[in-house]
């Protein structure tokens, strides 16, 4: 009788073992991935020393609010900050008299005020949006060539009013994969690099297709004479200068430099939002640092579908470290500034004023800010 219930238990086991084993190695999953080269990680070395210039932050409490992924200030000289809940909020460039100036319903990732004082909006679940000094919300893009965008990240405005715009990817939807942070999540694993930068003529309300082909194309920012584009590629931890006169270029063509060229390469985390600075200077947020784990598995595609059929209570999420670069437009960096200790999560970018450095934030409860020196 013992002998028949081990026998018994041992094939409950083998079964159970067997079943993991086949959902491990078949079970559908939502990315189809695409093996590609991840460069050495240089680490913090050379120009990224490590450093402690963004510790000791002074914070502004947001309230209930968190995550100011955006900050800009406004042409009524307050400052705007897009958080987590789909709120926009004002204040004064210290940090009093908070209010939410509107709420949009759902994450707004980067917005740009127009020569009217309107806001552009990024809005990654709505698409390219316009949002009137007395507060009416119309669409402004919503779909390119009759496809519909699935992921707009962020915005720059040109001095002729032209609007440039990321659409971070064309495979995974904030709406249909679970939000902001899992639809990106997907796009990283997959990295088949469907991200884009669009233009959108208002006077003409026509949109086209500058380039294609970014692995998650995400922060974007002009140059001073407004002939190039700079733009975050964040699954590539790179950051690119483009012609801003292509038309439908295909990075994956590897076009002449003249045309689309890495400006800063091999960057030791993921690169986020594109914010000018004065004196010519652009900063660049580091939100998270390089994994070691996801570059291991860039040359094997079946270990980062293995990846999702696991419990997200097993993935290795790399630590918080508080990181951003200052650069000038022939890829010199000229300031970089950490916290290893990551005390201000998630750093997304910086905004320069006159007098103040803000520092954007996925996740914080607080604006952090440093006095200019």
Not at 15 to 42: C, G
Not at 198 to 206: F, G, H
Not at 279 to 299: E, H, Q, T
């Amino acid at each position: 009788m013992l002998k028949k219930i081990m026998i018994r238990s041992a094939i409950s086991i083998f079964t159970v073992i067997f079943l993991i084993f086949v959902y491990l190695l078949f079970a559908p999953v939502p990315i189809q991935p695409l093996a590609w080269q991840a460069p050495a990680n240089a680490g913090y070395t050379g120009a990224h020393a490590p450093n402690r210039d963004l510790s000791g932050l002074q914070l502004v409490s947001l309230g209930k609010e968190s995550g100011p992924e955006h900050i800009l200030p406004g042409p009524d000289g307050k400052i705007y900050a897009a958080v987590a809940s789909g709120a926009i909020l004002r204040m004064q460039p210290d940090g009093t008299q908070l209010e939410t100036w509107i709420s949009m319903g759902d994450r707004v990732l980067g917005f740009a005020f127009d020569a009217q004082g309107r806001m552009i909006v990024a809005m990654p679940s709505r698409g390219l949006l316009m949002i009137t000094q007395d507060k009416k919300v119309s669409e402004l893009v919503t779909q390119v060539k009759q496809i519909p965008l699935q992921f707009v990240d962020a915005v720059v405005i040109a001095r002729n009013g032209k609007i440039y715009f990321t659409d971070a990817t064309q495979r995974f939807g904030v709406n249909a994969f679970g939000g902001v942070l899992n639809a990106s999540m997907l796009d990283f694993l997959e990295h088949s690099c469907t991200g884009r930068v669009l233009e959108y003529d208002p006077v003409t309300s026509a949109a086209r297709i500058v380039a294609d082909g970014f692995c998650f194309s995400n922060g974007i920012a002009l140059s001073q004479d407004e002939q190039h584009l700079f733009v975050s590629e964040t699954a590539g931890y790179r950051v690119w200068k483009l012609a801003i006169q292509e038309d439908q270029l295909q990075l994956k063509d590897k076009p002449d430099p003249q045309r689309a060229s890495v400006l800063l390469d091999n960057l030791p985390g993921f690169p986020d939002n594109l914010m000018r600075g004065t004196d010519g200077k652009l900063w660049v947020g580091i939100v998270k640092p390089r994994s070691a784990d996801f570059d291991k598995m860039s040359l094997k595609p079946w270990l980062r579908s293995l990846t999702l059929r696991l419990p997200r209570s097993m993935w290795k999420v790399p630590q918080d470290y508080g990181h951003v670069i200052a650069f000038d437009e022939a890829g010199k960096v000229i300031r970089d500034m950490q916290d290893p200790a990551g005390v201000y999560p998630e750093t997304s970018g910086l905004t320069e004023t006159a007098d103040r450095l803000y520092i954007q934030s996925l996740r914080a409860n607080s604006i952090g800010w440093l006095a200019k020196k």
